[in-house]
């Protein structure tokens, strides 16, 4: 039990905002001996990680689990703002309670305080009362309405129920048990947990803590309807996994270089994309202009052509909701619900229309009514309707995009170097990038498997995806840090933050000279086996830097960068001059060109592709150039007359079936034979999960195997590799998909041919290491890797590289695997 004093209370608290609010309760923390002051910065950071209000005006800060050596014993100190502090917009706190927990005894504050969360009243009388003994009562449990027995809930009638033992260190506290309900509210059955002797409702916060489940103790979880089983399983699989605890030490962990803020004013936190730290002034790149055609020859087509850009408009909105109110709550997410209110406002819809109906095309008569719109609401003397114009702007561009006739993209222009910020980039966006302009780059959404992020590490720009859409909002010219490793944006940083970030910079980059000058030695093992290193690239000009970074050839040309950001699709004479001037930049060296792979993430205005639900699931890769011969045998052509030039082979990306890679050689064939070129190599991307399992019988068909872990871990995993919250546990190293990799290689290997990987795995010195030992004779990766992984090679024998491959394999899940140690 906790003893709490008035000692541990301060009245009429007036902190200017909620990091002067965390300074208040936290010297308190210090006064009353609970911490020591370096707690009070750890507490200011967990903010930065997670949100701490409660609900119905309380919050509980407290500190990070790394820095709990900071805390001398436990205790809780209360600061009372009769004038409500916001905590984060439209969560306005009166009550902050300030806890230090050393271990689960704070479990029993929590729960008397999920007894005043229940009750508007007593918070309202708490936050006025100028008797600090009122507030002791009540968080003590002696007010009455504290220890006030909640209604039992009676699951005599129900059928199913599980036991299981909550591990979380500090028992069921507020985050985890949000976890818990969000996992609960996917079902439709009722759930009630049970524990020492009470019972609570399973999808209701208030009532999870209330139930005061410390650690180590055993909950009972009961489910009533269609889904119960589904509904337990998840739960006690939840609840066994750590209720989402592990992810956030995961996340620590995972930052290399160890650099943390001391001060800043605000920290917006992503998925890392790219690694690094940025520090300079932030610009909103905006600079994408869309064109339309003012007139339409078919009303009908445009009406069409209006319902499907408003439904796909309507489906993004949707997911930023979700993926907004996931992160960061309702509040911060309701905007999006409120621009797809816009999208069913009848009225706007009947004038566009109307206009269409007129001759006008469905994005000219879609913007002239939302521009006028917008103009009316502008001009409005209430404020908050103003404001709204905003939104209805933001709306209709949203819906123009998917009107649009013509996407034009303007480049992207500074005078200065900046942090970009943008809503997403396209790989197109991101291909024009002048990265001696880019510091670093944060987007709203995207992920980070996505095109944008691996475009991003092959720059060696610091970047981090899926910010949420608050980054749009700041100020050009605002000074930031922006951490690739921890996934943060760092805005407005105190000088000696600048002066620390700017030491650590350097000291990296020491670190990767000494790696960088090794860059032409092999990457011989310690016992003398030979792994073959080669760059990924996307372009022309890319092909000398693949070999100046230290490359052994090109493993993975992406040719369709090639095809991005025009109008029109090259031709195969321009394709000719780009393939045969990456031959000559590589003098000698293998180039190994990949067939077109359109469609996914990667759109073209110009090839009319249709919109699809699932677009990594549908028209891409090669299956959209076996639909349009020509533009693949085009694409061949121009192959087969660069092969004249140097050594290439040819490889098909997202092969699934044996037919497919027929009709691919029978095409590839036919074109060879048109311009008179010898046969050259012919491999496969193993990307798609059947291809994996059927290795053997592709492994009789091809030349070589390059396993694409990118697309075939989302494959594998079936979690899409730009979902801004999947796709962090999207994770190449799952032993999932290790294991079809190693099924590959041995496939390949009985066959006599060789395996290599150009997917981001292979740039991950673990990776490449647990790839090695696999087996795996070719590693293509992004510049920047070459020569860091290079060095990693060299410092290990093959026989360690084969231990910790199978120590791999036998591993449960990525974390296991992430956990092992390189020698
Ligand atoms: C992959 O999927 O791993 C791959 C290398 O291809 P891309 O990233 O271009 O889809
Ligand atoms: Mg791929």
Redo the contacts with the bound molecule.
Sequence with gaps: MIAMTTDNIVLNAEPSGKLQAIEQVGELLVRNGFIEPEYIDSMKRREEVANTYLGNGISIPHGLPENRNHILKTGVAILQVPGGVTWNPGEIVNLVVGIAAKSDEHIEILTNLTHVLDDPATVERLAATGDPSDIVRALSGEAGTSRRPGPELDVADFDHSVDVTVMNPHGLHARPATFFLDIAKLFDSTIVVEFDGRSGNGKSLASLLKLGVGSGRIIRIHAKGDDAMQALNALKDAVDAGLGEIEEEKAVARTAHGWVPSEVKRTIPGCTASPGLACGPIRQFTHRRIVVEAMAKDPEHELTELGHAVAAAKSNLRMLYNEVRSRSGEPQAAIFRAHEAFLEDPELLAETKSRIRGGNSAGYAWRQVIDDRVRAMEQHDDEVLAARAMDLRDVGRRVLRHLAGVLQDEPFTSSEPVILVAEDLTPSDTALLDPALILGFCTAGGGPTS?SA?IARSLDIPAIVAAGPTVLEIEDGTMAILDGDGGNLYLEPSPADVETAAETRKRIEAERDAEYRTRYEPALTLDGERVEVAA?IGKASEAEKAVEGGGEGVG?L?TEFLFLGRETPPDEDEQYQSYKAMIEALNGLPLIIRTL?IG?DKAVPYLDLPAEDNPFLGERGIRLCLNRPELFLTQLRAIYRASMHGPLRIMF?MIATLDELAVGKRLAEKARIEVGAEPVDIGI?V?VPSVAVMAREFAKEVAFFSV?????TQYVMAMDRVHPTLAAQADSLHPAVLRMIDQVVRAADEAGIWTGV???LAGEPLGAVILAGLGVKELSMVIPSIAPVKARLRSITMKQAREIAQQALACVDNNQVRALKLP
């Design positions: 095109h691996i990924n993975l992406r792979d996914g990306p991307m990307e694409g872990t990118n697309d075939l150009c997917g981001g």
